[in-house]
């Protein structure tokens, strides 16, 4: 059973960049079965897709996010990041790493981690 | 782009209870929902996928029905530790996206 870790700063300041990093352990993040998945959810309030990665770089934000986000993925760490910049009071939620199966049967979000706190605050 | 709707939004109910929630997509998604419960200060978890298929370990007072745009998830007799959160789901082919309804509490009345 693969199990999903995240890492990073719980607080950033405003206009800066928010860093995440999920670490994959029980599973590799080069399957070709699968996108690495980041999703967020502001306090009380519902879930939200941030971006897909693949195993190779490719990548699918959020079209809201896109001009501020970057995602990436690190075979050889097993593990895949989140670069949101400029920042502000409505980007704090707490932030989960995901995985989504890369077929389109496998549309469905079957392991999260258990999600971090992002605070933007100065 | 497919947007869900969930009703109710909070649907209060006793231990025991049946439970009904529903999802309505806005275009036909065939058979493609998934169905998640979310407890406070937790990742929210599978329960149902392909509007009907129980995830791995998932009990079977927990079911889902439905197909094209209407779906329905059940729960036949409500444990304590089924107040949640619930959250459908359905696919979206290309892009790649991961589109939420936006949730029906079950709370304790």
């Known amino acids: 059973q693969v199990h999903l870790q995240e890492s990073g700063p719980g607080l950033v300041k405003p206009s800066e960049t928010l860093s995440l990093t999920c670490l994959v352990s029980?599973?590799?993040?080069?399957?070709?079965?699968?996108?690495w998945a980041w999703i967020r959810q502001p306090p009380g309030k519902g879930l939200e897709w941030i971006g897909n990665?693949?195993?190779?770089?490719?990548?699918y934000y959020n079209a809201s996010l896109m001009s501020r986000l970057t995602m990436s993925v690190d075979t050889a760490g097993n593990h895949f990041s989140l670069r949101l910049s400029s920042v502000t009071a409505a980007d704090t939620a707490v932030y989960f790493c995901?995985?989504?199966?890369?077929?389109?049967?496998?549309?469905?979000?079957?392991?999260w981690g258990q999600g971090t706190l992002v605070t933007v605050a100065s | 782009e497919i947007v869900l709707t969930q009703s109710p939004a909070t649907l209060s109910l006793s231990p025991g209870d049946r439970a009904t929630l529903s999802c309505r997509a806005s275009?036909?998604?065939?058979?493609?929902v998934a169905w998640y419960q979310q407890k406070p200060g937790q990742a929210p978890r599978l329960l149902v996928f392909?509007?009907?298929n129980r995830a791995t370990g998932i009990p079977a007072r927990f079911s889902g029905s439905g197909s094209g745009t209407d779906f329905t998830l059940t729960i036949s007799s409500l444990e304590p530790e089924d107040f949640a959160i619930y959250y459908c789901?359905?696919?979206?082919?290309?892009?790649?996206?991961?589109?939420f309804g936006p949730g029906t509490k079950v709370d304790l009345k």
């Open positions: 995901a995985r989504r199966g890369y077929s389109s049967s496998r549309y469905y979000v079957d392991s």
């Open positions: 029980g599973g590799s993040i080069s399957s070709s079965r699968d996108y």
């Open positions: 990665v693949y195993y190779n770089g490719g990548t």
């Open positions: 275009q036909s998604v065939h058979s493609y």
């Open positions: 392909d509007a009907s």
């Open positions: 789901q359905a696919r979206s082919n290309w892009p790649p996206e991961i589109t």
